[in-house]
C-alpha cells in the first residue's frame, strides 16, 4: 500500500494495530447493558476478523439482556453481547483462511456446524449437536469464521445484508411447512418475522394473511401483498380466519410470536391436513392444553422452527440481493452503538420493526 492507502484504510478501520482498542457493549446484570472500550479480539486460524458496520436487533437477544436466558455469561465475558444479525468489512485473516479477503464486505453466518455428527449429514445441521456460535456483533469488531462468510454485492448494504440471517430461518419454514401455490397460509404476528413469512408466501404463490395488533406494522403487511391484515384486538382472528376460508381453515399457520394465546389460536384455525410451524420461542416456559383427538382425527402437523442451514443462508441472501425480498420497508429505526439501550428499549415496546446498531 502507498502512503494515501493506508491512510485512507486507517480512517476506515480496514487496518488493526496490535494494542487497539474499540468499543462494545457488556451485559454486567440482567438489563444493565454499558459500551465501553476493551481490547480488539484477534482471529484463529480459520477465522476472519471483521470492521462491523451495521447489527440487526433480534428479539431473542433481549432474552439475553433480561437475563431469561444466558446464551453467554455477563461481565467481562460478555463483549458483543449476542449479537448476529451483522455485517461488515474484513480487516484481517487468520491462518488457512481461503476465499475471502482483506476489504471484503461480508455478512457472515453465527452458526458454525460440525459436518460430522447424525443431523449434519442428514442435512439439518441446524440441528448440529456439535455446533459454534460466532455472535458478539454489539462491538465494532467481531470474530467470524470464514467459512460461513459471503461476500456481499456491491448493491446491497450492510444494513440489507443484517436481514439475511432472520430471512434465513423463514425460508426453514418455507420448507418445513411445505408451502406452495395456492396455499392458503395464515401468519400470527405482525413484527419483522412475521412480514418476511408474508412475502416469501407471496413468492410461492400462497395467499396469506397477517394476524397482528399494530396499525402501522399491519399496514405495512397490506402493502406487501398480504391477502387480509386482522387486528386482533379489533376482531376474533380465528372467526375471521375460519369465514375468510369458507370454515375450514388456514392450511398451513405461522407462529410468529411467542405465548401460549398465539399457539392456542393456531390449533384453533388450522384446517384438516394443515401444518402448524411455531417459530418464536416462549419466554418464560409455560405449557399449553391440547386435545390429540384434533391431532390425531384432522392429521393436523406441529411442527418446530429452529434456525437454518447454510444453504438457507446463501438463498436469503439471494434473495435479497435479486429484489425478490423487501428488507427496505422492513428497517425503521437506527442508533448508534453508545445509544444501544435505547435501540433495545424500541424493540421491547415494540415501535417500529427492524432496528439496527450501527458501532
Same mark, same amino acid.
Given at each position: 500500500?502507498?502512503?494515501?492507502?493506508?491512510?485512507?484504510?486507517?480512517?476506515?478501520?480496514?487496518?488493526?494495530?496490535?494494542?487497539? +482498542?474499540?468499543?462494545?457493549?457488556?451485559?454486567?446484570?440482567?438489563?444493565? =447493558? =454499558?459500551?465501553?472500550?476493551?481490547?480488539?479480539?484477534?482471529?484463529?486460524?480459520?477465522?476472519?476478523?471483521?470492521? @462491523? !458496520?451495521?447489527?440487526?436487533?433480534?428479539?431473542?437477544?433481549?432474552?439475553?439482556?433480561?437475563?431469561?436466558?444466558?446464551?453467554?455469561?455477563?461481565?467481562?465475558?460478555?463483549?458483543?453481547?449476542?449479537?448476529?444479525?451483522? #455485517?461488515?468489512?474484513?480487516?484481517?485473516?487468520?491462518?488457512? =483462511?481461503?476465499? @475471502? +479477503?482483506?476489504?471484503?464486505?461480508?455478512? #457472515?453466518?453465527?452458526?458454525?456446524?460440525?459436518? !460430522? &455428527?447424525?443431523? &449434519?449429514?442428514?442435512?439439518? +445441521?441446524?440441528? &448440529?449437536?456439535?455446533? !459454534?456460535?460466532?455472535?458478539?456483533?454489539? #462491538?465494532?469488531?467481531?470474530?467470524?469464521?470464514?467459512?460461513?462468510?459471503?461476500?456481499?454485492?456491491?448493491?446491497?448494504? /450492510?444494513?440489507?445484508?443484517?436481514?439475511?440471517?432472520?430471512? +434465513? %430461518?423463514?425460508?426453514?419454514?418455507?420448507?418445513?411447512?411445505?408451502?406452495?401455490?395456492?396455499?392458503?397460509?395464515?401468519?400470527?404476528?405482525?413484527?419483522?418475522?412475521?412480514?418476511?413469512?408474508?412475502?416469501?408466501?407471496?413468492?410461492?404463490?400462497?395467499?396469506?394473511? =397477517?394476524?397482528?395488533?399494530?396499525?402501522?406494522?399491519?399496514?405495512?403487511?397490506?402493502?406487501?401483498?398480504?391477502?387480509?391484515?386482522?387486528?386482533?384486538?379489533?376482531? $376474533?382472528?380465528?372467526?375471521?380466519?375460519?369465514?375468510? %376460508?369458507?370454515?375450514?381453515?388456514? $392450511?398451513?399457520?405461522?407462529?410468529? %410470536?411467542?405465548?401460549?394465546?398465539?399457539?392456542?389460536?393456531?390449533?384453533?384455525?388450522?384446517?384438516?391436513?394443515?401444518?402448524?410451524?411455531? /417459530?418464536?420461542?416462549?419466554?418464560? *416456559? %409455560?405449557?399449553? $392444553?391440547? $386435545?390429540?383427538?384434533?391431532?390425531?382425527?384432522?392429521?393436523? &402437523?406441529?411442527?418446530?422452527?429452529?434456525?437454518?442451514?447454510?444453504?438457507? /443462508?446463501?438463498?436469503?441472501?439471494?434473495?435479497?440481493?435479486?429484489?425478490?425480498?423487501?428488507?427496505?420497508?422492513?428497517?425503521?429505526?437506527? /442508533?448508534?452503538?453508545?445509544?444501544?439501550?435505547?435501540?433495545?428499549?424500541?424493540?421491547?415496546?415494540?415501535?417500529?420493526?427492524?432496528?439496527?446498531?450501527? *458501532?
Amino acid at each position: 500500500m502507498n502512503k494515501d492507502e493506508v491512510k485512507m484504510s486507517l480512517e476506515l478501520g480496514l487496518i488493526v494495530m496490535a494494542g487497539d +482498542s474499540m468499543l462494545a457493549a457488556f451485559l454486567l446484570a440482567p438489563s444493565k =447493558v =454499558v459500551v465501553r472500550e476493551c481490547n480488539i479480539p484477534r482471529p484463529s486460524r480459520g477465522e476472519v476478523l471483521v470492521r @462491523v !458496520r451495521a447489527c440487526g436487533v433480534c428479539p431473542t437477544d433481549l432474552r439475553y439482556i433480561q437475563g431469561l436466558r444466558l446464551y453467554l455469561p455477563m461481565g467481562e465475558e460478555s463483549r458483543g453481547l449476542t449479537g448476529h444479525e451483522w #455485517a461488515g468489512d474484513v480487516v484481517e485473516v487468520g491462518e488457512g =483462511v481461503e476465499g @475471502v +479477503s482483506v476489504g471484503d464486505r461480508v455478512v #457472515a453466518d453465527h452458526i458454525l456446524s460440525c459436518g !460430522r &455428527c447424525i443431523f &449434519c449429514k442428514q442435512g439439518r +445441521s441446524n440441528l &448440529c449437536i456439535n455446533k !459454534r456460535y460466532y455472535l458478539r456483533g454489539y #462491538a465494532q469488531y467481531a470474530v467470524a469464521h470464514a467459512s460461513t462468510a459471503l461476500k456481499i454485492p456491491p448493491h446491497v448494504s /450492510f444494513e440489507e445484508a443484517c436481514l439475511t440471517e432472520p430471512l +434465513s %430461518t423463514c425460508l426453514n419454514t418455507l420448507e418445513k411447512l411445505e408451502m406452495g401455490p395456492g396455499s392458503r397460509i395464515a401468519i400470527i404476528g405482525d413484527g419483522v418475522i412475521g412480514l418476511l413469512h408474508l412475502q416469501l408466501a407471496r413468492l410461492v404463490g400462497a395467499e396469506a394473511m =397477517v394476524i397482528g395488533h399494530h396499525p402501522d406494522r399491519l399496514r405495512v403487511a397490506e402493502r406487501l401483498g398480504a391477502v387480509l391484515a386482522i387486528n386482533s384486538k379489533d376482531v $376474533d382472528a380465528v372467526d375471521v380466519v375460519r369465514r375468510e %376460508t369458507g370454515g375450514l381453515g388456514a $392450511d398451513k399457520i405461522v407462529v410468529a %410470536t411467542g405465548g401460549k394465546s398465539a399457539i392456542g389460536d393456531a390449533l384453533r384455525m388450522v384446517a384438516p391436513g394443515g401444518r402448524i410451524g411455531i /417459530f418464536a420461542g416462549t419466554y418464560p *416456559p %409455560t405449557s399449553i $392444553d391440547l $386435545d390429540p383427538n384434533m391431532i390425531h382425527y384432522g392429521e393436523v &402437523c406441529v411442527i418446530g422452527i429452529m434456525e437454518h442451514t447454510p444453504h438457507h /443462508f446463501e438463498r436469503a441472501l439471494n434473495l435479497i440481493s435479486r429484489g425478490f425480498i423487501d428488507v427496505k420497508q422492513l428497517i425503521t429505526h437506527r /442508533f448508534p452503538l453508545e445509544k444501544i439501550n435505547e435501540a433495545f428499549e424500541v424493540v421491547k415496546s415494540r415501535r417500529g420493526l427492524k432496528v439496527i446498531v450501527s *458501532p
